[in-house]
């Protein structure tokens, strides 16, 4: 599994508590414009702290810190049965992250965000997938791909 902005690991730890990955890579930078960092009077050094805490019962996350447009390159074609994506929800963000790792992905894509608050994650989706496979009540959207 890929998850693609992790921010505090609560996603993340969820995702490990299933036991359904054997493997799951996460791609955060802990830089960059947040508006989650100003809304909670949060920093980025508080928000690392977070994750490392959310994510210490598993020894099957594996963290790496940075964009995924640094590091698309690094994995193979079809390397991930599942990927999550929930960093920026600006369109050409998400339009971006959707472009860049759909080629990774087997099975099933998937992401955070999908609704009216967030007007660009719902616009990529259903501009580049169609309208999803489920909504669920989190906002997070499925599309399966096999």
């Known amino acids: 599994m890929l998850e ?12 490990a508590s299933t036991g359904l990955f054997s ?5 955060e930078p802990f830089e960059g414009n947040e508006e989650a960092l100003d809304v909670f009077n949060e920093d980025w050094s508080r928000v690392k702290k977070e994750f490392w805490t959310n994510t210490r019962h598993w020894d099957n996350i594996n ?6 447009y640094n590091v698309v390159y690094d994995f193979e074609d079809k390397s991930f049965d599942f990927i999550y994506i929930d ?3 600006k369109y050409e963000d998400i339009k971006s992250d959707i472009d860049m790792y759909l080629p990774k992905c ?41």
Do not use: R
């Open 63 to 68: 963290l790496i810190q940075d964009f995924s």
């Open 106 to 146: 087997k099975t099933i894509i998937s992401g955070h965000d999908y609704g009216d608050q967030h007007p660009g994650v719902k616009k990529a989706v259903d501009e580049i997938l169609g309208e999803p496979n489920g909504i669920f009540a989190d906002g997070s959207w499925i599309k399966i791909l096999s």
């Open 87 to 89: 960093a920026s929800h």
């Open 4 to 15: 693609i902005g992790s921010y505090k690991g609560e996603s993340t730890s969820i995702f």
């Open 23 to 27: 493997k799951i890579t996460c791609l």
